[in-house]
């Protein structure tokens, strides 16, 4: 979900509650608490590996991108014991071509973002997994991928977002979504270092 405030008209920015209740589907359920993150578990692969099976067998050639993103997919991460995964069809503000399907398999459409890359979010029974909807070729993939792989082979961030999920989690949110929009400054730091122009190599903190 965009881990930023929209605008409203003109050039009024919304507010978090605003944003969140233009954009959910269904009733909202405040957090209003900390937030709980677990040692990384080898499991959480399983699980997007069962999950995945079976959003391909449900949706078929609408699949065209099916990939393990978030905090889950990190080995040594700690984690919201959430599976987040990442489905890029054709064109996601068509939901009738994939939403039934996906209905069929107990998901729910939760988040409908259309100025945001047309994102949606399905969520599944007991909000085990996080299920990210974009069209193929959104720029917003991209990002999501890199973010991930470069955790997975840079240690030194690796622990620095560790350090300040730990440090944000601590505190109390009123909806878990606050918790994400916190994370957006080190995430931005973190993609500077993993996203280059091309042409020029991706270098960790304090490598000339």
Known sequence: ??????????????TSEEYLSRV?????????GTIHLTPYDPQWKSEFERHAQRLRVALGAN?????????????GLAAKPVIDILLAVADSSDE???????EEEGFVLRIREPEWFEHRL????????NLH????????????LAFRDWLRTNDHDRRLYERTKR???AQSWKHTQDY???????????????????????????VP
Do not use: W
Request: glycine fraction near 10%.
């Open 1 to 14: 979900m965009k881990d930023s405030n929209g605008t409203g008209e003109g050039t009024t920015p919304l």
């Open 24 to 32: 959910t589907i269904g009733p909202r359920q405040p957090l209003n």
């Open 63 to 75: 699949v065209l991108l099916l990939e393990h993103v978030g905090s889950t997919s990190v080995p």
């Open 96 to 102: 009738k071509s994939y939403v039934p399907q996906l």
């Open 122 to 129: 399905l969520k599944s029974p007991g909000d085990s997994v």
């Open 133 to 144: 909807v974009f069209s193929i070729g959104c720029e917003e993939i991209g990002r999501m």
């Open 167 to 169: 440090t944000l989690a």
């Open 180 to 206: 994400a929009n916190a994370k957006s400054t080190v995430v931005q730091e973190i993609l500077a270092r993993a996203v280059k122009p091309e042409g020029q190599d991706r270098q960790s903190p304090g």
